[in-house]
């Protein structure tokens, strides 16, 4: 029983502590009319985002490999500055890592899991809500190293495994709503 116990607050004390990291943003990005990376409105819409949240990821399994998980809550404003008309997204939530697969050709690929509502309201009145859970895969490039995530590429949409509850912008064009709504 002596070396169980021993064994055991060995093996708890060699463990690596998790990463943890907060965060609170705020910034701002003007999209000028015509902006092919952005609807390509005939109008400028001025985002503004505000997020705050926390993030948590360790290594686990048998080969190590990184998951995180993390909890936000935030507010995304678009605004057509000529008219003051202004699109709103008000979401929080957390969202999981549920399965790390090291693919065996320098790539990671990731499926998570997202829960929590968003509420969309065309100047100030409520206008759709989301809410539910929504599954996705990623992939990564690994940069080499499978369990060091601060190598990693830019995470590549693989595809959408899961959504439940309420969608109501499920089919929606949101450059289309930013026309209606800002226009």
Known sequence: MAVVLVMGL????SAAQ??????????TVVHRAGSQDFCNLPFVVVAHVQEFGSFVGHNRGPAG????????KGTTTWTNPA???NYRDEYSGTD?????VDNGDGTLSLQVKQTGPHRYYDNGTLAFIDTGMVRFT???DNGGTPTDPSDDGEGQFVSLDGLTGLQ???GRDFCAD?????G
Do not use: I, S
């Open 168 to 170: 109501q912008t499920d």
């Open 83 to 85: 008219n003051e008309r």
């Open 65 to 72: 490999l990184f998951y995180g998980a993390a909890t936000f």
């Open 10 to 13: 060995a093996t708890t004390a």
């Open 138 to 140: 990623l992939t990564f």
């Open 96 to 100: 999981r890592d549920l399965k790390v």
């Open 178 to 182: 930013l026309v209606e709504f800002l």
């Open 18 to 27: 998790p990463f943890t990291e907060h965060w609170d943003d705020d910034f």
